[in-house]
């Protein structure tokens, strides 16, 4: 069995890391992958990707600037006629087996990806399969992208309509799920013939280049998937190029709500589709006649699951009266018992947060929340670890107006407010302009659809707190986006409608 480890360091120092031990040495990338080939940076320049646990350098990775996005676009815009064109089961079966290269190299793909973002082991391998399943899925969907026989209102005509793909598109994804977040756009893309340019978040990017490489591996042809690298400067000349350039028909993009409007608005210039999986701010609500024990298994999950940076995780948990010191005992002993450190140690559960900012703004929440009357049950401040490693932290009496309460907190601290009325809760829920998803734990059949029907969310979990599968439709409504990305609907987002009127029949 591969050893998977990172030289031992104090927060802060720098150097390469070169002690992955990796069992594929050739997954690890730090090149762009323009038209099937890895390629240097503009002028040879890059910059660093570092590992969020120690501070370490993983990779200097290459720039890329406007001109070299512009070529990645047209190897795309070059590749499509032929991709399109390609039998859908021939299709098909790259995207199969490119899925099974991931799941081969598991090992390998999670190594990179807890050096790069920090997560444990075994959640990050849990992702390299949750982002396999995307191929998977859209490999068997490629063969169903049906169109459609109408009936006519005259005898002489009839009228059909096809499904096509859009074109070239674009995939700008995040930081928090390097792998899943790019074969979850990748994957329909490809499925029904368009071509794609990913850019990956500066952060993460040595995920997306390793699956570059798999999808050498499996067959995908040069210039159908495309990765344009760049740091925190750069994004905004890559996306520009995305956003601008007529020859991208669609673009898809998972991040913040204000970055997906500033998307938005730059593509209404070029009327190009766009899909846009936004920020959250997730209730989480216990009824009194809520299984205690389900509730807190479900309230891990949903909170703390990589390290609280997720755009599905709970963000204001709301516990009837009747139940609250019960769950609240509970849900304590139970965040007391996570391990907290480098996501390649032994029984680690909670990783370090993604950079500086991230670590200040959960710093700014916990101390808004306690300044506005909260109480801490557990953590409540930085880790012994120090860097960006944050105590699992659970608090009590937040206010509804604390900022914790108002917008994602993306961290491992989750905060209890009492309350007491169905109807009101539900107000409390709908209080916000985010809609991606909510959480409620109850075993009454009948309030399972009366408050599943009134939460404003384009996602609802019913006593589970994970709803993520390839199989059903994941996105927001209000200001958590546009479009469905996952299950047989997530074709659609991929495709153009062309109604065919034949006469003279």
């Not at 809520?290 to 699951?305: F, M, S």
């Not at 991230?358 to 909260?374: E, N, P, S």
């Amino acid at each position: 069995m591969t050893v998977h480890k990172l030289a031992s360091l104090k927060f802060g120092q720098t150097r390469v890391v070169n002690s992955l031990n990796l069992a594929d040495p050739k997954l690890f990338h730090s090149q762009a992958f323009l038209n099937g080939a890895f390629v240097d940076g503009v002028d040879g320049r890059t910059f660093v990707v570092d590992n969020p646990a120690t501070g370490a350098t993983l990779a200097t990775v290459a720039i890329c600037d406007a001109a070299m996005t512009r070529q990645a676009i047209e190897a795309a815009a070059a590749a499509f006629p032929a991709w399109s064109k390609r039998p859908s089961k021939e299709r098909s079966a790259i995207l199969r087996k490119w899925a099974e290269l991931m799941v081969a190299n598991a090992d390998d793909l999670a190594a990179i990806m807890s050096a790069e973002h920090g997560k444990p082991l075994a959640e990050a391998k849990g992702e390299v399969t949750y982002g396999a399943s995307f191929l998977e899925w859209f490999a068997e969907e490629a063969r169903r992208v049906d169109g459609s026989v109408i009936t006519t209102p005259l005898t002489d005509r009839r009228l059909v309509v096809l499904r096509q793909p859009i074109g070239v598109t674009a995939g700008i994804t995040p930081w928090n799920f390097p792998c899943a977040m790019i074969t979850r756009k990748c994957a329909p893309a490809l499925a029904v013939g368009c071509t794609i340019v990913i850019k990956p978040a500066e952060q993460t990017p040595l995920s997306a280049l390793a699956l570059a490489e798999l999808a050498m591996r499996a067959g995908v042809p040069a210039g159908v998937f495309n990765i344009v690298t760049g740091d925190v400067d750069d994004a905004p000349i890559i996306g520009g190029e995305l956003t601008s350039n007529p020859i991208v028909k669609k673009l898809s993009f998972t991040g913040s709500t204000e970055i997906g409007k500033l998307l938005t608005r730059q593509c209404a210039d070029t009327m190009k589709k766009v899909s846009m999986e936004l920020g959250g701010n997730a209730p989480f609500i216990v009824f009194d006649d809520a299984d205690v024990e389900a509730a807190v298994a479900g309230a891990l999950v949903a909170k703390y699951r990589n390290t609280g940076q997720a755009c599905t995780a709970a963000n204001r948990f709301y516990v009837q009266a009747g139940i609250k010191d019960a769950f609240a005992k509970r849900y304590g002993e139970e965040v007391a018992k996570y391990r907290v450190g480098e996501g390649t140690g032994e029984g680690v559960t909670i990783g370090p947060l993604i950079d500086d900012a991230a670590i200040q703004k959960v710093r700014a929440h916990v101390k808004d929340a306690l300044d506005r009357g909260a109480s801490v049950l557990v953590g409540g401040s930085d880790h012994e670890l120090g860097g960006r490693f944050f105590q699992p932290t659970l608090l009590d009496g937040v206010p509804s107006d604390a900022l914790m309460c108002q917008e994602e907190t993306f961290g491992p601290v989750a905060g209890l407010t009492t309350f007491t009325d169905e109807d009101d809760v539900i107000r409390l829920a709908n209080d916000t302009p985010y809609g991606l998803t909510a959480y409620f734990f109850t075993r009454d059949h009948a309030r399972v659809w009366r408050v599943a029907e009134a939460l404003e969310s384009g996602m609802v979990a019913v006593n589970t707190g994970l709803l993520s599968t390839a199989e059903a439709p994941f996105g927001g409504v209000k200001e958590s986006g546009l479009g469905r990305e996952g299950s047989r609907w997530g074709i659609d987002d991929w495709t153009e409608l062309k109604y065919i009127a034949m006469a003279g029949l």
